[in-house]
């Protein structure tokens, strides 16, 4: 696609439900993110994917959090037993460059959880 | 540990006016980079501009410039001739040569173009 796709653009879930976010990133992008932004917050760091391999997962909250990049494209990231703090909106953001990282990310324009 | 600080939660200003955004930040590298990104109320965030620390010329793209300050750690966007469409959340952000990935934002500052 054009840009970075993230589904589902809004999700409400019960308290200790399980939610996946899926992310799309740009065609031949080597590089993808995750970050989380709280209301009214920057992004922060969750992990980082170079193709399949997830490099840098220092960013996640706890073990409730899980990514993965099986096919070095498409990415999800799986929150299980979704507690109230993690309601916040998800980012996803790939790049064209690997390693170290000088270029441009682009974003995807998010997923909103919302954990009642 | 690096941080990047805004101090400037909320702005506004008058269409065609200009307006500087604040930014400084914490580190103890020589290389870096440092970045301005917009986020509109649609979520998208997108580059604004980017300056490479071991540039002393200040980076610019057309309306948009920066003042950079490397002794004081300081990294402030200039919009000049502000228009409607720059009604958005400004972040600041902040990447080590050497650290690879992680990009560290700063609180961001919501700014607000009048008519």
């Known amino acids: 696609g054009a840009g970075v796709s993230q589904s589902p653009r809004y999700k409400v879930a019960k308290r200790g439900q399980d939610v996946a976010l899926r992310c799309d990133p740009i065609s031949g992008h080597v590089s993808l993110f995750w970050y989380q932004q709280a209301l009214g917050q920057g992004p922060e760091f969750l992990t980082y994917?170079?193709?399949?391999?997830?490099?840098?997962k220092s960013g996640l909250p706890s073990d409730r959090f899980f990514a993965e990049r099986p096919e070095g494209s498409v990415s999800t990231l799986k929150i299980q037993r979704t507690q109230q703090e993690d309601s916040a909106v998800y980012l996803c953001?790939?790049?064209?460059?690997?390693?170290?990282?000088?270029?441009?990310?682009?974003f995807g324009e998010g997923s909103r959880l919302t954990v009642l | 540990a690096q941080t990047v600080t805004q101090s400037q939660p909320e702005m506004s200003v008058q269409e065609a006016e200009t307006v500087t955004l604040s930014c400084t930040y914490d580190t103890s590298e020589s290389n870096y980079y440092l970045f301005w990104y917009k986020q509109p109320p649609s979520r998208q965030m997108i580059l604004v501009i980017r300056q490479e620390a071991y540039k002393q010329q200040n980076a610019t793209e057309n309306r948009f410039s920066v003042n950079f300050q490397k002794a004081a750690k300081s990294f402030s966007l200039k919009i000049s001739d502000s228009q409607l469409g720059d009604t958005a959340m400004y972040f600041c952000?902040?990447?080590?040569?050497?650290?690879?990935?992680?990009?560290?934002f700063g609180g961001g500052t919501r700014l607000m173009v009048k008519p």
């Open positions: 952000a902040f990447i080590p040569n050497n650290a690879g990935n992680m990009l560290t």
């Open positions: 994917f170079q193709n399949e391999a997830q490099l840098d």
């Open positions: 953001a790939s790049s064209h460059t690997s390693g170290a990282f000088t270029g441009e990310l682009f």
